[in-house]
């Protein structure tokens, strides 16, 4: 890996610029042998210009169900469309955005090493790790359901961590998690702006994430990469965060910085993750790299970004291993959050697992599922608490 210096004047930001062009290039090849979806944008993450007609008849949607929503959707582009728009339950998920939020604690372990560990930089290596090592899971394409103002979701019995996320406004919609154990306080405001662009959607979180390490008082704060998600409606779905992470130990001034390669043309790039952690003073003093969908690696670097002499890449962090053929791609973990297994003794009434509509697409029942949907979504426009939403349901 190149160093910081190189980085910047021939590596990773003539890549990145390299690769948003050809991400570009691939952006703007349109639709345009498909009568009445001229501008439509396609891209085949496996492919080149040439495959956007082939690849826009793929996908979820069925011909007929496809055609209306496009039709539908086209009055949105360019807007906020973070709960402007109502959605079947078809390219839904069993799961609710504050379960979503639980996700981030699946390795939860790397706190634990970062909060035990006495080198500064190696701190941050186990932390920024513990930050990338949900984006596996966060490749999922089907939505996740918008929680309902009040909702909640607690999960305990896992690594000694109670987790807590709360629904705390509709408009803007907005989330407010915490977990903790004898290591680390995690908290996070979940708010998203997103700008709908005809067959994609940009992401940015715009909330704030902080890590507090109990042993010596440290304060972590994350910043995350945008997301993209591609081919909502002419396509298979899939997701791509290009852009930069950056964790900042608010108490030393030490940092992280860790770029998201985008995906290019044949899947260039895809995946990829390179960075470094900086002193105070901004100087390299450990190179990471890997992939967010497999695992991460970290060796000692000069000043010049360059691998120090008799070192090796070690790795910090490796996916662990998922179902095989689940019906969502849901990881074990992901069930877990699903899972009574995991609720505290004195369930909430407002509890994301007791959602109907929830419950009902675990159970396999679209039907049930789409209706109880909008009876919540009624109920919740004229402000009913939802445990009276909900209370009779189970």
């Known amino acids: 890996m190149a160093g910081p210096d190189k980085i910047e004047n021939k590596g990773f930001f003539a890549a990145m610029t390299s690769g ?6 691939a952006m ?15 891209i085949n993450p496996e492919g080149g210009q040439d495959d956007a007609e082939e690849e826009a008849q793929r996908g979820r949607w069925k011909p007929e169900e496809r055609d209306g929503y496009w039709k539908m959707m086209q009055k949105y582009i360019g807007s906020d469309v973070t709960s402007m728009v109502t959605l079947p339950v078809i390219i839904f998920e069993p799961m ?3 379960q979503k939020m639980a996700e981030l604690m699946e390795y939860s372990y790397l706190l634990e090493l ?11 290596v186990y932390a920024s790790s513990w930050a990338i090592s949900v984006y596996f899971a966060y490749q999922r394409t089907w939505k996740p359901f918008n929680p309902i103002l009040g909702e909640t979701y607690e999960m305990v019995n896992h690594g000694g961590i109670t987790f807590l996320a709360e629904q705390v406004s509709h408009h803007p919609p907005m989330s407010a998690g915490h977990a903790e154990n004898e290591h680390f306080a995690y908290d996070v405001t979940s708010k998203l702006k997103t700008k709908f662009l005809g067959n994609s959607v940009d992401v940015y979180p715009v909330g704030r994430t902080r890590v507090t390490l109990k042993r010596d008082g440290v304060i972590l704060d994350l910043v995350p990469p ?6 909502l409606i002419f396509g298979r779905t899939w997701i791509d965060s290009p852009g930069e992470m950056i964790m900042t130990n608010l108490t030393t001034g030490d940092k992280v910085v860790l770029y998201f390669q985008p995906c290019g043309w044949f899947g260039a790039g895809r995946y990829e993750v390179d960075g470094y952690v900086y002193n105070s003073a901004e100087e390299p003093k450990i190179l990471m790299t890997g992939k967010w969908n497999e695992s991460m690696s970290y060796q000692p670097c000069d000043l010049e970004g360059e691998p120090l002499p008799d070192t090796e890449l070690k790795e910090v962090w490796h996916v662990a291993d998922v179902p095989q053929n689940d019906k969502f791609q849901y990881t074990y973990f992901a069930h877990k959050i699903n899972s009574f297994d995991t609720a505290p003794k004195k ?6 697992r007791l959602r109907p509509d929830r419950y009902a697409l675990e159970m396999g029942d679209l039907s049930k599922s789409g209706a109880e949907k909008t009876r919540l979504l009624t ?3 004229i402000h009913i608490p939802l445990e009276n939403m909900v209370g009779s349901a189970f």
């Open 96 to 98: 609710t955005m504050l």
């Open 114 to 124: 970062a909060d035990e560990c006495e080198d500064p930089y190696m701190r941050l």
């Open 379 to 381: 109920f919740s426009f």
């Open 28 to 42: 703007h090849r349109s639709v345009n042998g498909m009568l009445g979806y001229e501008g439509v944008e396609v």
């Open 347 to 352: 369930l909430l009434a407002s509890d994301s």
């Open 20 to 25: 948003f062009s050809m991400f570009s290039n």
């Open 226 to 231: 945008p997301t993209k998600v591609n081919n």
